[in-house]
T-cell receptor, first 113, second 114 residues
């Protein structure tokens, strides 16, 4: 499928477990981003990547790890999930660094119990 | 002070009316601004971006930027029930143009009632 896809759509995991959220885009966009969305906090940037093998922290990176070995994939890993990481996670991509805005994936709703 | 602030609403307007959504930003260096629409349970989708002072129109939507007042607004003319959604304002983190990182406002919930 063309576009940007996230998987899984829903995930329930236990505290302390490692979980990886996947993001795949077919446009060969250079820039990719991970945001989380919580009531009362809105959308907050976790990590972003300007190209394969180039990543940097956003506003709330603690407890998360990213990698980008291929342009099209940008997985987000929660190394040891905590209840505070219960959230909706959105991946986004952009061809030009976001100068004309991002395109978001459909999101992953993660619940940590 | 938050980098991007929106009037929290919720905002309710009758069908056919003009809906006015407002956003202020703190960094005078910011050069580009974005409006996203998010339906309940869905992801944000870009509806407008604006770089220059003044108005930018796209169909029923008009974005307005006033850099002196650090103020961005979105007007929706002839509002329809299908416009009912949360509207998010965004600006580059750290000011300047948007080279990747956007900061989003909390969003304004708009309800258009028949």
């Amino acid at each position: 499928d063309a576009g940007i896809t996230q998987s899984p759509r829903y995930k329930i995991t236990e505290t302390g477990r490692q979980v990886t959220l996947m993001c795949h885009q077919t446009w060969s966009h250079s820039y990719m981003f991970w945001y989380r969305q919580d009531l009362g906090h809105g959308l907050r940037l976790i990590y972003y990547s300007a190209a394969a093998d180039i990543t940097d922290k956003g506003e709330v990176p603690d407890g998360y790890v990213v990698s980008r070995s291929k342009t099209e994939n940008f997985p987000l890993t929660l190394e040891s999930a905590t209840r505070s990481q219960t959230s909706v996670y959105f991946c986004a991509s952009s061809d030009d660094g976001g100068g004309y805005g991002y395109t978001f994936g459909s999101g992953t709703r993660l619940t940590v119990v | 002070q938050k980098e991007v602030e929106q009037n929290s609403g919720p905002l309710s307007v009758p069908e056919g009316a003009i809906a006015s959504l407002n956003c202020t930003y703190s960094d005078r260096g910011s050069q580009s601004f974005f409006w996203y629409r998010q339906y309940s349970g869905k992801s944000p989708e870009l509806i407008m971006f604006i770089y220059s002072n003044g108005d930018k129109e796209d169909g029923r939507f008009t974005a307005q930027l006033n850099k002196a007042s650090q103020y961005v607004s979105l007007l929706i003319r002839d509002s329809q029930p299908s416009d009912s959604a949360t509207y998010l304002c965004a600006a580059p983190r750290g000011g300047g143009t948007s080279y990747g990182k956007l900061t989003f406002g909390q969003g304004t919930i708009l309800t258009v009632h028949p």
